[in-house]
T-cell receptor
Framework: ETGVTQSPTHLIKTRGQQVTLRCSSQ?????VSWYQQALGQGPQFIFQ???????GRGNFPPRFSGLQFPNYSSELNVNALELDDSALYLC??????????????FGPGTRLTVT | AQSVTQPDIHITVSEGASLELRCNYS??????LFWYVQSPGQGLQLLLK??????LFQGIKGFEAEFKRSQSSFNLRKPSVHWSDAAEYFC???????????????FGGGTRLMVKP
């Protein structure tokens, strides 16, 4: 069973630019979530996609947007990059487990540096 | 709104010693609780989870966690730590979305575990 994969591994962008990060779900998982992890902090929920629709959103501005495709893969887009957007971006796919609750499985992340 | 507190930012233990990492949560309903581990430069690996029922749970790599509803705690334990356990550990509480199609995780700030030889 293939796990969650993300690309690219690392990315350096300049303030004001736009960036697209990609994620492939684990087989059989139809829900994808994105998290931002700043250095030295726990991950923070950005948003979640289910059946190609946004299924919930954390406290992030509209310049953070996403897409989910029919094969359940996903993209995170960030416009007008700011220095504070520098972080590890984690994608997680999930399914409802045997106990009836969702378990999220994370990819290795994309390290974004904004200069 | 839910929240998670991990009171210890850093913990150092000797190899072979026992370990307990603390986690306190705030959540209005029955919580779904998780422990994840993150090695440097890596993503998060699910160690164990609590959904309902028993209070003591076994996870992978010899870890276990005890759920105490009266103390709103979900502490992670290991009887004997190995050098390879050095990593960052995150406790999280899950909240289901309104359409029951997924859940949102709220994480604590993490505890960095260092293991002395």
């Amino acid at each position: 069973e293939t796990g969650v994969t993300q690309s690219p591994t690392h990315l350096i962008k300049t303030r004001g630019q736009q960036v697209t990060l990609r994620c492939s779900s684990q087989s059989g998982h139809n829900t994808v979530s994105w998290y931002q992890q700043a250095l030295g902090q726990g991950p923070q929920f950005i948003f979640q996609y289910y059946r190609e629709e946004e299924n919930g959103r954390g406290n992030f501005p509209p310049r953070f947007s996403g897409l989910q495709f029919p094969n359940y893969s996903s993209e995170l887009n960030v416009n007008a990059l700011e220095l504070d957007d520098s972080a590890l971006y984690l994608c997680a796919s999930s399914r409802r487990g045997l106990a009836g609750a969702f378990e999220q499985y994370f990819g290795p992340g994309t390290r974004l540096t904004v200069t | 709104a839910q929240s998670v507190t991990q009171p210890d930012i850093h913990i150092t233990v000797s190899e072979g010693a026992s370990l307990e990492l603390r986690c306190n949560y705030s959540y209005g309903a029955t919580p779904y609780l998780f422990w994840y581990v993150q090695s440097p430069g890596q993503g998060l690996q699910l160690l164990l989870k609590y959904f309902s029922g028993d209070t003591l749970f076994q996870g992978i790599k010899g870890f276990e966690a005890e759920f105490k509803r009266s103390q709103s705690s979900f502490n992670l334990r290991k009887p004997s730590v190995h050098w390879s356990d050095a990593a960052e550990y995150f406790c999280a509480v899950g909240q289901e979305m309104n359409n029951n199609a997924g859940n949102m995780l709220t994480f604590g700030g993490g505890t960095r575990l260092m293991v002395k030889p």
